[in-house]
C-alpha cells in the first residue's frame, strides 16, 4: 500500500510540476507573442481557469506527501519526503502572498479595464512563478530521489 501511495503521489506532483512549467515557459511566451489584446485576454482566461485548479493540486500534493511521510516515517528516504512536504508549504505560502493577489487581479482585466501597469504586474508574477517553478521542481525531485 505504501508504494501504491508513493507513486500515486509522485505522479500528481510531477504532472502538476509539469503544468507549472509549461505555463512559465511555454504558455506565457506564447500568450506574450499574441497581437494586440489577445496575449492580456489569454492570461485572464488562464488566471480563472488554473486559478481555479490549481489550488487544489498544490493542497492535495501536500496532504498526499504528507501522508507518505508519515506512513513511510521508518523506511529509507522519509526525511526527502519531509523535505519535499516543506517545500511544497514553501510554493503554497508564495503563492497565497505573492502570486494569488496578482492572479485575482489579473482575471478581471478587459481592455476596457486594466490598469496602466497591467504588464508590470504580469512580469511581476511572471518572476514569482518562476522561483515558485524551481521550488516545486526540487520539491519533485526529492520525492523521485524517495522512491529508490
Given at each position: 500500500?505504501?508504494?501504491?501511495?508513493?507513486?500515486?503521489?509522485?505522479?500528481?506532483?510531477?504532472?502538476?510540476?509539469?503544468?507549472?512549467?509549461?505555463?512559465?515557459?511555454?504558455?506565457?511566451r506564447?500568450?506574450?507573442?499574441?497581437?494586440?489584446?489577445s496575449?492580456?485576454?489569454?492570461?485572464?482566461?488562464?488566471?480563472?481557469?488554473?486559478?481555479?485548479?490549481?489550488?487544489?493540486?498544490?493542497?492535495?500534493?501536500?496532504?498526499l506527501?504528507a501522508?507518505?511521510?508519515?506512513?513511510?516515517?521508518?523506511?529509507?528516504?522519509?526525511?526527502?519526503?519531509?523535505?519535499?512536504?516543506?517545500?511544497?508549504?514553501?510554493?503554497?505560502v508564495?503563492?497565497?502572498?505573492?502570486?494569488?493577489?496578482?492572479?485575482?487581479?489579473?482575471?478581471?482585466?478587459?481592455?476596457?479595464?486594466?490598469?496602466a501597469?497591467?504588464?508590470?504586474?504580469?512580469?511581476?508574477?511572471?518572476?514569482?512563478?518562476?522561483?515558485?517553478?524551481?521550488?516545486?521542481?526540487?520539491?519533485?525531485?526529492?520525492?523521485?530521489?524517495?522512491?529508490?
Amino acid at each position: 500500500m505504501l508504494k501504491s501511495l508513493e507513486v500515486a503521489t509522485t505522479v500528481i506532483v510531477g504532472l502538476m510540476v509539469g503544468v507549472e512549467f509549461s505555463v512559465a515557459f511555454v504558455m506565457n511566451r506564447i500568450l506574450d507573442a499574441l497581437p494586440e489584446d489577445s496575449g492580456q485576454l489569454g492570461h485572464a482566461h488562464g488566471g480563472r481557469m488554473l486559478g481555479a485548479v490549481m489550488p487544489f493540486w498544490y493542497i492535495g500534493s501536500l496532504v498526499l506527501s504528507a501522508i507518505w511521510a508519515v506512513a513511510g516515517w521508518h523506511h529509507r528516504g522519509a526525511g526527502l519526503v519531509v523535505t519535499a512536504a516543506g517545500l511544497l508549504i514553501v510554493s503554497i505560502v508564495m503563492s497565497v502572498l505573492l502570486l494569488v493577489p496578482i492572479n485575482n487581479r489579473n482575471r478581471t482585466w478587459t481592455p476596457d479595464n486594466r490598469p496602466a501597469d497591467w504588464k508590470q504586474q504580469l512580469n511581476r508574477w511572471g518572476r514569482y512563478h518562476y522561483v515558485r517553478v524551481a521550488v516545486i521542481i526540487a520539491a519533485f525531485t526529492l520525492l523521485v530521489t524517495a522512491l529508490t
